[in-house]
């Protein structure tokens, strides 16, 4: 069986970088709608991102072959590569790292309620349920909103990245 191509790519808490096509030879084409390896290198590098430890399991800490935080523990200003190789967000199962990661922009955060009708709060800033704030920094929205806080930490809010 011969390999012909392959396009790879990478999607990172919402955001999708496109991939580039890599020939048998090695060789990278950067046909249109793919981007050389070095492109996608760059754009890794150059997106930054904030993760804060919400822990491998209930109050057990970060790490399971990733860097190692106590719940709470925030780290920002992380390029996407970093984020990737070093703290794993995405892993799931036995391979969980306890790491919650965001890329760095504009945030918009909405209170849902950390219980039915219950409002938003728990240790961070206080809503009622359907209000909005805009304009916040990813390291603001980590720290004071706690929407990737879980379990009996959660607060009730529901954040997204509005801005880069």
């Known amino acids: 069986m011969r390999l012909v191509g392959l396009t790879m790519g990478v999607?990172?808490?919402?955001?999708?970088?496109?991939?580039?096509?890599?020939?048998?030879?090695g060789?990278?084409?950067?046909?249109?709608g793919h981007e050389s390896?070095?492109?996608v290198s760059e754009a890794l590098v150059s997106v930054k991102n904030s993760c804060v430890c919400i822990g491998v399991n209930e109050g057990g800490g970060c790490g399971n072959g990733a860097v190692g935080g106590d719940n709470g523990n925030v780290k920002t200003g992380l390029s996407t590569a970093t984020v990737i190789a070093s703290y794993g967000p995405d892993r799931v199962g036995a391979t969980r790292?306890?790491?919650?990661?965001?890329p760095e922009g504009t945030n918009s955060c909405v209170?849902?309620?950390?219980n039915e009708g219950g409002g938003c709060g728990n240790g961070a800033v206080g809503g009622d349920n359907g209000n909005v704030k805009t304009g916040l920094s990813t390291a603001t929205v980590i720290a004071s909103y706690g929407p990737d806080r879980t379990g009996t930490k959660r607060t009730g809010w529901k954040c997204r990245l509005s801005g880069i």
């Not at 060789?27 to 249109?32: F, I, K, L, M, Q």
């Not at 790292?97 to 965001?102: D, K, P, S, V």
């Not at 209170?111 to 950390?114: A, D, H, S």
């Open 11 to 25: 999607v990172f808490a919402g955001l999708s970088l496109a991939g580039c096509v890599v020939a048998p030879d």
């Open 27 to 32: 060789s990278t084409d950067a046909a249109e």
């Open 37 to 39: 390896v070095a492109e």
């Open 97 to 102: 790292t306890g790491w919650a990661c965001r």
């Open 111 to 114: 209170c849902i309620g950390f």
